[in-house]
């Protein structure tokens, strides 16, 4: 008999109240640091990342009692012996093993074409990174050779939903875009029907990568062939050197919390902590652009993504 899976409804329910509102549009610089610290010190940033987690009745594996899926938040309540005591956005209370999950989470400024990567309130990795073209603004729809201006970079509060190791830019990591955040002003507009719609809630609900085929564009990833932040040249992903790609891919797992904002967050202040940056080394930037002048026919999934 299937256990019963614990679902959140929306993946952000419990992880941080006021993120929801602080990535809703550009100027919210305070909304956006009341967040920030509302996801490092109220609610913590632990995830269930990488498989399904069990969840048990008691700190052993004899009585299950539930599922939670990667990228659902919790809240750690007490250790006993390799077991952690957690409680589930919607209130569920068990055991889960300690492997189960991650504290990492990932913030992307595209002001300051930077990616930072924390454990807990801890600064691990300062990477910098290139996004799409057209660096103003947040995704509305798919971009094209035509319209190049809406190859742009999303903004808001996703998850890694997929590690891809054979990504024609080196390795990618995937976000669960467009989220209902996203859909519904894509509704709004007449871009997409109630349909897809439903289809990009339900996505979200259950923790699956959402319809990347609709009009408001998909495949949006970290990648590599990045030439650290030098230029924008993606079709809405984020690019970092291949090292860099290496580094985040040991850290992050699917179900990873990602918030992309368009302003400098006073990180430091916040979180205490400095990583020095190597200095960027020349790189050709038009061999990457070139890299992207393919027939728009072209199915991004067939060369692992790469934004559209």
Not at 63 to 75: D, N, R, S, T
Request: positive net charge; aromatic residues 8%; hydrophobic residues 40%.
């Amino acid at each position: 008999m299937k256990r019963p899976v614990v679902h959140a409804r929306r993946w952000v329910l419990g992880l941080c109240g006021l993120v929801w509102l602080c990535v809703s549009a550009a100027g919210q610089v305070s909304s956006d640091l009341s967040g920030l610290r509302q996801m490092v010190k109220k609610n913590g940033t632990d995830v269930v990342a990488g498989e399904v987690a069990v969840l048990f009745a008691r700190a052993d594996s004899t009585q299950p009692i539930g599922e939670i899926e990667p990228g659902e938040p919790v809240h750690r309540l007490i250790h006993r012996r390799g077991w952690v005591r957690v409680r589930t956005a919607l209130g569920s209370v068990g055991y889960v093993r300690n492997t189960a999950l991650s504290n990492v989470w990932i913030y992307v400024s595209k002001n300051e074409q930077m990616v930072y990567v924390y454990r807990g309130h801890t600064l691990v990795e300062k990477l910098p990174a290139d996004f799409g073209r057209s660096i103003k603004g947040d995704k509305i729809r798919r971009g094209s050779l035509a319209e190049p201006e809406h190859w742009r970079t999303p903004e808001g509060l996703f998850y890694i939903s997929k590690k891809n190791p054979y990504s024609r830019f080196y390795k990618a990591l995937v976000l669960n875009y467009p989220t209902p955040r996203h859909a519904a002003r894509g509704l709004k507009s007449g871009l997409i029907s109630r349909w897809q719609y439903a289809d990009i809630v339900k996505a979200q609900m259950v923790f699956r990568n959402p319809p990347m085929n609709t009009p408001l564009g998909g495949w949006i990833e970290f990648h590599g062939d990045g030439v650290r932040g030098r230029a924008n040249w993606t079709w809405g992903c984020v690019a970092l050197e291949n090292d860099d790609v290496d580094k985040l891919w040991e850290l992050a797992e699917v179900g990873t919390p990602v918030l992309i904002g368009p302003y400098a967050p006073e990180l430091q202040s916040l979180l205490r902590r400095r990583v020095t940056v190597r200095q960027p080394e020349a790189r050709p930037v038009e061999s990457l652009i070139d890299k992207l002048q393919v027939s728009s026919a072209t199915s991004p999934a067939s060369f692992g993504g790469g934004g559209r």
